[in-house]
Antibody
Framework: EVQLVESGGGLVQPGGSLRFSCAAS????????MSWVRQAPGKGLEWVAN????????NYVDSVKGRFTISRDNAQNSLYLQMNSVRAEDTAVYYC??????????WGRGTLVTVSS | QSALTQPPSASGSPGQSVTISCTGT?????????VSWYQQHPGKAPKLMIF???KRPSGVPDRFSGSKSGNTASLTVSGLQAEDEADYYC??????????FGEGTKLTV
């Protein structure tokens, strides 16, 4: 059974940093592109970033480029998102999602990140 | 990267059909046959319902169908059931390995 479990979210001050992770199981993690998708409170979904199977290619939505870094550790079956210079508008539930056939076929339950002083 | 346009709400009675639209541009919806649809119940993670414009993943009822014409994709839910009440989001590949989601539609049954 495919499982994606996010952890490490929390409260961070504006301008601060936070790194959180997604633990994958039930499939060959190293064979799939992976993405982070976020959802601000009461709002819609927003694709944030994705990473190729071997980590050699990374893509970001313009609003986080230069501030966020996606990474992965295939030996640990884990996906990460490093957030720097965070802003209030980065407050959201962050979902880890697996890329299927030109779609996001499995999702984790999400981890809440709150940016506030 | 602008969000795809969806109606904020849609509704139908049990047994009826409802169609939700998703409008983008020639750079996303119109340019690729890579539109997908997601169902999200309150407090839950999104669930893939349609991929590749009109394909259903295993386990998704055939009451759910997808189509596309030009820059607009559509999700049709036939034979509405109470459990179909949820938020629905479209998504499209937008080139350069990037993705865009729709604004979301709240379906009331």
């Amino acid at each position: 059974e495919v499982q994606l479990v996010e952890s490490g979210g929390g409260l961070v001050q504006p301008g601060g940093s936070l790194r959180f992770s997604c633990a994958a199981s039930g499939f060959t993690f190293s064979s799939y592109w992976m993405s982070w998708v976020r959802q601000a409170p009461g709002k819609g979904l927003e694709w944030v970033a994705n990473i190729k199977q071997d980590g050699s290619e990374k893509n970001y939505v313009d609003s986080v480029k230069g501030r966020f870094t996606i990474s992965r550790d295939n030996a640990q079956n884990s996906l990460y998102l490093q957030m720097n210079s965070v802003r209030a508008e980065d407050t959201a539930v962050y979902y880890c999602a697996r890329h299927g056939d030109w779609s996001f076929d499995f999702w984790g339950r999400g981890t809440l990140v709150t940016v506030s002083s | 990267q602008s969000a795809l346009t969806q109606p904020p709400s849609a509704s139908g009675s049990p047994g009826q059909s409802v169609t939700i639209s998703c409008t983008g541009t020639s750079s996303d919806v119109g340019g690729y046959n890579y539109v997908s649809w997601y169902q999200q119940h309150p407090g839950k993670a999104p669930k893939l319902m349609i991929f590749g414009v009109s394909k259903r993943p295993s386990g998704v009822p055939d009451r759910f169908s997808g189509s596309k014409s030009g820059n607009t994709a559509s999700l049709t839910v036939s034979g509405l059931q109470a459990e179909d009440e949820a938020d629905y989001y479209c998504s499209s590949f937008a080139g350069s390995k990037k993705w865009v989601f729709g604004e979301g539609t709240k379906l009331t049954v």
